[in-house]
């Protein structure tokens, strides 16, 4: 599987992006799917996942009720809408895939739980 994240830019504090996360080489309906990012200087870190039947989502605590993952099966996409954005936002945003299927919450915000990662697209978020 390889993916193609975009939508990434410049914005103001308050405002809003959706970064897209394009599939290709196969179907990513059965995938689990997520994000993470990672600012200047700092660890990388996680911020929301989608299971691979919609049925649940998951977000890092300082995105909830800001971010909202989704997907679109026929297009072989995942989408992040970013709302209310903060400074603290900007970083290189990654999508990335894994098939295992986990129950537990905590296993989706591990980045060594997924098995394909695309290139990062950067988000600014200006003050």
């Known amino acids: 599987v390889q993916l193609q994240a975009c939508g990434g830019g410049v914005v103001q504090a308050g405002g809003s992006l959706r970064l897209s996360c394009a599939a290709s080489g196969r179907t990513i309906n059965g995938y689990d799917m997520g994000w993470f990012r990672q600012a200047p200087g700092k660890q990388r870190e996680f911020v929301a996942a989608?299971?691979?039947?919609?049925?649940?989502?998951y977000y890092a605590d300082s995105m909830k009720g800001r971010f909202t993952s989704s997907r679109d099966n026929a297009k072989n996409t995942r989408y992040l809408q970013m709302n209310m954005l903060k400074p603290e936002d900007t970083a290189d945003y990654y999508c990335v895939a894994g098939s295992r299927h986990f129950s537990a919450a905590r296993d989706y915000s591990d980045e060594q739980n997924y098995d394909y990662w695309g290139q990062g697209t950067q988000v600014t978020v200006s003050s």
């Open positions: 989608i299971t691979w039947n919609g049925a649940r989502r």
